[in-house]
């Protein structure tokens, strides 16, 4: 690429970001350090100081940085603005007015610009496709999950979101009322449930369709990614990819992929790293290790672990004609407010105890949680996922009354160090483990409702 081109890409990146043109001095800095020369040199030749010429250029790079979103430095200043360069695309940006033709800019989190589409590219209404999504008949609180979610996707326009939690939490129903509430803001609105495992190729070609029904879709993955990634900055897109779970192996730590799978990786990769307008919402039962490497250094990147549904709860039992209101506190507690095994306990509770809470949780002596029998199978499903070591470790921490240290687990436990590191470290991925700090140690409890079923399963 001519130096004379990315010099003026530099100019059109500086000046979207600042409102100015680069400066004489800006501009000798770039030539010369494209052409390898040393600070000192270029200080030389215009009779200032090498700390003046170093500081004039570290702001600059803070500036490529801020725009490109990459850590900008005197060494890799020219390869990142060819390869931003050959990444172009049209937008206008319309923050400060500034027209950046064919320039694919993203500017800071903070002060990012409105993009505003190419008015033969923008749907005139959000084209929406939910696929197999379930519908949802009553929707309770959340606002604060649906208010943090909304900031991430909307304001902060994140890329990549993992919405994590335990089976039964809630989430698809959360990602669905989030979908209804934020879908003005999208040209495309899309779920898809990988409950079938479908293939990276599978999911790719199914995503493209809804964008080009009659184009041509690639063979090679790779360019069917970059297809997406293409419609991913045309149009601004919010993809709800539920069930992530399923891609991964069962009967293996948590987030690996299954042998063929591992494509997604790269998929979700791209997505988190490469600049574009539009969000993907991934759901799962366990965290992925992409989503876990990836939140520590792209700001573009969360996750959110969903938790009890709390006293908005009584509503699922009101729902269910439970009776003594008095108690459902306490029922809402023992099932740790979540709303598919507070629907299975209430229903057991209309059959068999006419609604009465109060003498549903009288006929527990144990103060431990009755796992009706779906809410047994629920947790099967659960449980088969996880490995020997994570098995054996379960079956450990059921039996502790109190929560207990990894040197105290260890003496209970015949693996070995790494593998019981990695069955925790698993288990924490997967929700089921409550880690909690005392001075400087980690105490551990088993998720109570787990706990009884391993208690149950394990104790004939
Ligand atoms: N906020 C809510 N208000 C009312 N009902 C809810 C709410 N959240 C969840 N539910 C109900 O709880 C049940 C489980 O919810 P959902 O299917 O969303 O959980 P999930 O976390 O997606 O579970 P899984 O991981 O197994 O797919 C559903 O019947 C749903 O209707
Ligand atoms: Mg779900």
């Given amino acids: 690429m001519e130096l004379k081109e990315i010099l003026r890409f530099a100019d059109d990146l500086v000046f979207a970001k600042t409102g100015k043109h680069l400066d004489d001095l800006q501009q000798a800095i770039l030539r010369e350090t494209f052409q390898g020369q040393k600070y000192a040199k270029i200080a030389q030749e215009r009779n200032c100081s090498e700390g003046y010429i170093r500081s004039v250029a570290s702001e600059l790079w803070k500036i490529f940085s801020d725009v490109l979103k990459e850590d900008v430095t005197k060494t890799n200043v020219k390869s990142i603005l060819e390869r931003a360069r050959f990444y172009n695309f049209s937008q206008t940006i319309a923050s400060d007015n500034a027209t950046v033709n064919n320039f694919n800019i993203c500017s800071k989190k903070s002060q990012l610009p409105q993009v505003t589409q190419q008015p033969q590219q923008t749907p005139t209404r959000s084209h929406i496709d939910l696929g197999d999504a379930p519908e949802i008949f009553s929707f309770y609180d959340r606002t604060h999950e649906l208010a943090t979610l909304e900031n991430w996707i909307v304001r902060d326009r994140d890329r990549l979101i993992a919405l994590l939690g335990i089976g039964g939490i809630g989430k698809t129903t959360l990602a669905l009322q989030l979908i209804e509430q934020i879908k003005t803001n999208f040209d495309y609105l899309i779920y898809r449930s990988l409950r079938f495992s479908p293939t990276p190729d599978a999911i790719l070609t199914n995503l493209l369709q809804i964008f080009s029904q009659e184009g041509e879709i690639p063979q090679a993955i790779e ?31 948590a987030g690996q ?89 209430a229903t057991t509770i209309q059959e068999l105890f006419r609604g009465n809470v109060s003498e ?3 006929c527990n002596e144990c103060d431990a949680p009755i796992l009706c029998e779906s809410l047994q199978a629920q947790l099967d499903r659960q449980f088969q996922r996880l490995t020997p070591q994570e098995q054996a470790v379960t079956i450990q921490l059921a039996n502790q009354t109190e929560p207990v240290s990894l040197p105290q687990i260890r003496k209970t436990v015949e693996l070995s160090t790494s593998d019981l590191l990695n069955a925790m470290q698993s288990l924490g991925r997967r929700f089921l483990l409550d880690a909690k700090e005392q001075g400087k140690t980690s105490f551990f409890t088993l998720n109570p409702v787990l706990q009884q079923y391993v208690k149950n399963r394990f104790s004939h």
Wanted: charged share 20%; net charge negative.
């Fill in 257 to 345: 992929y299954k042998s063929g799978y591992e494509d997604y990786h790269l998929l979700f990769k791209q997505i988190a790293e490469v600049c574009h307008q539009s969000c993907i919402l991934l759901i799962s039962w366990e965290k992925s290790r992409e989503v876990a490497k990836l939140e520590r250094v792209n700001n573009y990147v969360h996750s959110f672990l969903l938790g009890s549904l709390g006293v908005a709860a009584k509503q699922i039992l009101r729902q269910h004609n439970l009776s003594d209101e008095e108690s459902w506190e306490t029922l809402i507690n023992a099932y740790q407010g979540n709303p598919l095994w507070l629907e299975f306990t």
């Fill in 223 to 253: 360019a069917q990614l970059s297809q997406l990634i293409n419609y991913l900055r045309k149009y601004r897109c919010l993809i709800v990819l539920d069930d992530l779970q399923m891609l991964f192996s069962s009967g293996q730590l």
């Fill in 360 to 362: 549903f949780l009288e």
